[in-house]
């Protein structure tokens, strides 16, 4: 089955601690997003990536960072620098590079910062 | 002006009505429109895109008025489970904004 996955569904973590959420995608997509909600918030886009080796800040960048070595991997690091990090992680692909088409959402990760 | 706006509800409405949503966005530069359904505590779907000419889906209808700077979405003979929060995204000019959605519930 063609999909996005992210792993792990909840992470708990002390603050002051760097913590890496997964997000892999078998769709052959181009293009793919991080983008964290917070309750009764809209979806906020912190990094986008339309090609292998090549990523973009979103509008909220500070206190996160990305990679894009593989074109079905899309990790995103929350630093210690990231104030507030407890928020609902989702993580989007789109079939095309260029950031004005469909995106697709992967299942989400919790993240707890105790 | 908010980049994009959209009524939070919660729209309560009996089953079999029709209900309609509003998005406003503020930038005429702005190319793509599309909705998405979000369950509780899950991730958004893709519901459907928007284009001025208008795009129906079943009993979905999604309609762009650049004009009036606003997206809409109607839903009829709506169902118990078209209960769900509705996000609006606007993209344009390297921008990707989500409204903070409409909460729907359909009545028995």
């Known amino acids: 089955d063609g999909g996005i996955t992210q792993s792990p569904k909840y992470l708990f973590r002390k603050e002051g601690q760097n913590v890496t959420l997964s997000c892999e995608q078998n769709?052959?997509?181009?293009?793919m997003y991080w983008y964290r909600q917070d309750p009764g918030q809209g979806l906020r886009l912190i990094y986008y990536?339309?090609?292998?080796?090549?990523?973009q800040k979103g509008d909220i960048a500070e206190g996160y960072s990305v990679s894009r070595e593989k074109k079905e991997s899309f990790p995103l690091t929350v630093t210690s620098a990231q104030k507030n990090p407890t928020a609902f992680y989702l993580c989007?692909?789109?079939?095309?590079?260029?950031?004005?088409?469909?995106?697709?959402f992967g299942p989400g990760t919790r993240l707890t910062v105790l | 002006r908010k980049e994009v706006e959209q009524d939070p509800g919660p729209f309560n409405v009996p089953e079999g009505a029709t209900v309609a949503f509003n998005c406003t966005y503020s930038n005429s530069a702005s190319q793509s429109f599309f909705w998405y359904r979000q369950d509780c505590r899950k991730e958004p779907k893709l519901l459907m895109s928007?284009?001025?000419s208008g795009n129906e889906d079943g009993r979905f209808t999604a309609q762009l008025n650049r004009a009036s700077q606003y997206i809409s979405l109607l839903i009829r003979d709506s169902k118990l489970s078209d209960s769900a929060t509705y996000l609006c995204?606007?993209?344009?000019?390297?921008?990707?904004?989500f409204g903070k959605g409409t909460r729907l519930h359909i009545l028995p």
């Open positions: 995204v606007v993209m344009g000019d390297d921008k990707i904004i």
């Open positions: 990536s339309q090609i292998v080796n090549d990523f």
């Open positions: 928007v284009y001025s």
């Open positions: 989007a692909s789109s079939p095309r590079s260029g950031i004005w088409n469909e995106q697709f």
């Open positions: 769709l052959n997509h181009d293009a």
